[in-house]
């Protein structure tokens, strides 16, 4: 072989060495551009590093989602995730997901009678909390006010009859109002301003009667008479929970006129002359309303001394009744009791009388029986 021959080999060997490094040449001149001061940042990654933990999870991940009875797209699309670095990849596939109810916290009756009352005590409270549903709350006119000395210790007491609602025939409804417990409402639970609006008008004249208080609206929410409050005729009463003044009532002349629609000609109508004890009571277990308004007149008034009551005579549809006691007459001045009031009813042609039934009262040698009382007059709006 000549020499000329031998740089020629040389040099093919020199290419072919540099192609199986991968570039040499170019490694070459980018050292050399470093020489010239441009600055050349190294490749961090190896070419023979081993994969990393996060590869090893991500390919751990779509081999387990592989093998849990999906199908191959479930499998491929989980691969794909894998390798993009979602993190859907670590949630279960939706064909292999299943629904269970929570445990139910509650424990069997055998199993809370074995704790103890420490473990007891430290039981968890339940999960839900129950919330009441919101009460309604009802209004009513307030019509009349009685007082009497039935409440605790022989203190005072009142009574209140109210109109509200509507009969099936569109008519307003006459109501008692009772506290809770009992059939009376105390100075405690009384609104202050039901209490001291029964004082005479300062703008009233000297000889004016001392009228009743203008009818006032109040507001309450309806509950449930309690079966230990015992009584006749509580067909009437409505449980009035928490009790407050509103304001009086804005039309006075539309609420005269609906108690004279209301109002009826004879007893009978309300009260059947089957359900009498007396000439002025019912009997206690007689199915009949325990409040009413008669069109009729006062014949009489009968005064009567010390802390009884004024009486009347009444004469409804032909009917005399006599010696009914005016029930309100605490309210009055002790020197009036509603003596001249009742006298210048007397003088009217006709008015509307507001009669109850008292509880009942036993007198000895009588059978039980429930007085009717006169619990208010109005004017009579048509006049009868």
């Excluded at 470093?34 to 390919?59: D, F, I, L, Y």
């Excluded at 039935?150 to 409804?173: F, I, M």
């Excluded at 001291?196 to 300062?202: E, G, L, P, T, V």
């Amino acid at each position: 072989m000549t020499s000329s021959s031998k740089p020629a080999r040389r040099r093919s060997r020199n290419k072919s060495a540099s192609r199986g490094r991968g570039g040499k040449t170019e490694s070459g001149n980018a050292a050399s551009g470093s020489a010239r001061g441009q600055e050349v940042t190294p490749s961090r990654r190896r070419p023979n590093r081993s994969p990393s933990k996060r590869a090893k999870r991500r390919r751990a991940s779509g081999a387990a989602a592989g093998s849990g009875g999906s199908s191959d797209e479930d499998t491929a699309s989980n691969a794909a995730a894998g390798r993009s670095g979602s993190p859907l990849a670590k949630l279960p596939l939706l064909s292999q997901l299943v629904l269970t109810p929570a445990p139910d916290p509650a424990r069997s009756r055998e199993t809370l009678d074995k704790l103890g009352d420490s473990e007891k005590k430290d039981r968890p409270g339940p999960r839900v909390t129950i919330a009441p549903r919101a009460a309604k709350q009802i209004t009513a006119a307030l019509i009349t006010v009685t007082k009497n000395n039935q409440g605790e210790d022989k203190g005072a007491a009142y009574c209140l009859a109210a109109v509200a609602g509507r009969h099936r025939d569109g008519s307003p409804r006459l109501i008692r109002l009772v506290p809770d417990i009992g059939h009376f409402w105390s100075d405690d639970v009384l609104p202050q301003e039901l209490r001291d609006m029964h004082a005479k008008r300062q703008t009233a004249l000297p000889d004016e009667p001392q009228w009743p208080f203008t009818p006032v609206v109040v507001g309450f929410q309806a509950g449930t008479l309690p079966d230990a409050v015992t009584g006749p005729h509580r067909r009437d009463d409505i449980v009035a929970r928490q009790l407050h003044y509103l304001g009086p009532v804005d039309d006075q002349d539309l609420l005269q006129e609906q108690l004279s629609r209301i109002a009826v000609e004879t007893f009978s109508d309300t009260w059947p002359a089957g359900t009498w004890a007396t000439n002025k009571a019912l009997q206690p277990d007689a199915d009949v309303p325990s409040l009413a308004i008669f069109a009729g007149r006062i014949k009489r008034v009968i005064w009567r001394e010390g802390h009884l009551s004024p009486q009347v005579d009444v004469d409804i549809g032909g009917k005399e009744v006599s010696k009914l006691p005016y029930a309100a007459h605490r309210l009055h001045e002790y020197g009036d009791k509603g003596y001249a009031m009742l006298s210048w009813f007397q003088t009217q042609r006709s008015c509307l009388l507001l009669l109850g039934l008292s509880r009942t009262f036993i007198k000895d040698g009588c059978a039980p029986q429930c007085p009717i009382l006169l619990l208010r007059v109005f004017p009579d709006a048509l006049q009868r």
